[in-house]
């Protein structure tokens, strides 16, 4: 039996204590480019970051600003520039940016956060970002229209939302979250950007744990490309203003607590995988019967990743061999004499060879929205699940012309 319920209609609003807004300052020619999570109060907050080492100024920032107290009030969010590649001025922007949003919210620097998305090496428009912070902050609301979510987003055709609601000590809790990310998509801890709100009574440390744990089985197992960005990153804020008994590995509630943050970044990791660039399937790939967790881990996020996979599941072309030769070269210590490979449930090798399938029925089954590859190497226990799309014309397309 599930531990939660699963709102219908997600608002990052929806957790007690939370505002937000998302307004066109100019940053871009017409769409939303600039957006708010405001909290009423400090919340405990945590984050995880992307691991290339030119990260952006935003993400330097950020840190700076969530070590210093690990609490959050508010998080400024731009699209159109990445302002990543903009050296010593880039990151005075990020500090102007995060210093003029506190004065306006009479709160102190480092309970800002901010995060930018777009193009590398161009820097922000600071007389319109800074021009749009004061609408923002007059305009902040539960924000019906979820203009936020529109706000962040780049070359996303969607937003990305869940919200979900879990009893603790008998008061129900309330955890949600946005993203976007479409291509510049291969985290490790993509361009990707998620942030999640929620009314629990949790402290910062056991919110950064249960982050960081949760991004490992959820967010880092997603690829679209390959491209790991300069500007990932994922925050989390509570506002603890449910009332519950602070939230502990020991509290009653904490797995199902712990079960509905997991299910709400496997939620929005999933949704930024569907929605990569030219994308047109989903692809879900599940590894079993591995010695170890980050072995399974390993092979699952080499096959989603895999370019000759994601151009078979394109053309839906069961060539299971392309599956069978990212999995041997993620894992070479591997007996592929014991690996069975199926597709959408259908067998298609045994013990490493080809057994007989109905070709025509797989080929109908690459064509579905989701198509699942599940591998099994019968050497252990440990399972993982990765998710990924397939590579399609219209990505080269959407990749070659992104300034234009």
Not at 117 to 139: F, R, S
Not at 338 to 361: C, N, R, W, Y
Request: with cysteine; aromatic share 6%.
């Amino acid at each position: 039996m599930q531990a939660f319920e699963i709102a219908s209609q997600p608002s990052i609003t929806s957790p007690q204590g939370f505002r937000s807004i998302g307004i066109h300052a100019g940053l871009k020619r017409r769409k939303l480019d600039l957006g708010a999570i405001i909290c009423d109060v400090p919340a405990n907050a945590a984050a995880v970051y992307t691991k290339n080492a030119f990260q952006a100024a935003p993400v330097k920032v950020t840190k700076e600003s969530i070590q210093t107290d690990r609490k959050l009030q508010a998080v400024v969010v731009n699209s159109g520039q990445a302002n990543a590649g903009t050296g010593k001025r880039g990151y005075q922007d990020a500090l102007a940016t995060r210093q003029r949003m506190a004065e306006l919210l009479g709160i102190p620097d480092h309970f800002v956060a901010v995060a930018s998305t777009g193009v590398i090496g161009e820097y922000l428009q600071m007389d319109k970002l800074l021009a749009g912070l004061e609408q923002i902050v007059e305009k902040a609301s539960h924000d019906p229209e979820d203009t936020f979510a529109e706000a962040i987003l780049t070359t996303d055709t969607f937003p990305k939302k869940v919200e979900v609601h879990v009893q603790v000590n008998g008061q129900t809790v309330k955890i949600a979250g946005v993203a976007k990310g479409s291509g510049m998509i291969h985290p490790n801890m993509a361009t990707m950007l998620g942030f999640i709100t929620t009314d629990a009574v949790i402290d910062s440390k056991e919110l950064e744990s249960l982050l960081k744990t949760t991004v490992n089985e959820t967010f880092n197992m997603i690829s679209v490309d390959g491209d790991c960005s300069t500007n990932d990153m994922v925050i989390v804020m509570a506002s603890g203003l449910a009332g519950n008994q602070a939230l502990t590995p020991i509290h009653p509630d904490w797995s199902h607590f712990q079960a509905a943050f997991h299910y709400v970044c496997q939620e929005l990791a999933k949704q930024i995988a569907k929605d990569g660039e030219g994308a047109t399937r989903l692809i879900e790939v599940q590894v079993e019967g591995a010695p170890r967790k980050e072995l399974a881990q390993q092979i699952a996020r080499a096959i989603v990743s895999s370019n000759l996979v994601k151009a078979a599941i394109f053309g839906a072309d069961p060539n299971w061999g392309r599956i069978l030769c990212a999995a041997g070269y993620s894992a070479p210590e591997l007996d592929p004499e014991h690996t069975d490979i199926s597709i959408s449930s259908v067998l298609v090798a045994k013990q490493g060879m080809p057994v007989p399938f109905d070709e025509e029925k797989v080929t109908e089954l690459l064509r579905n929205e989701t198509v699942v590859i599940q591998v099994n190497f019968h050497q252990g226990d440990c399972r993982a699940t990765a998710w990924g799309c397939d590579l399609t014309y219209d990505y080269v397309k959407i990749n070659g012309s992104y300034r234009s």
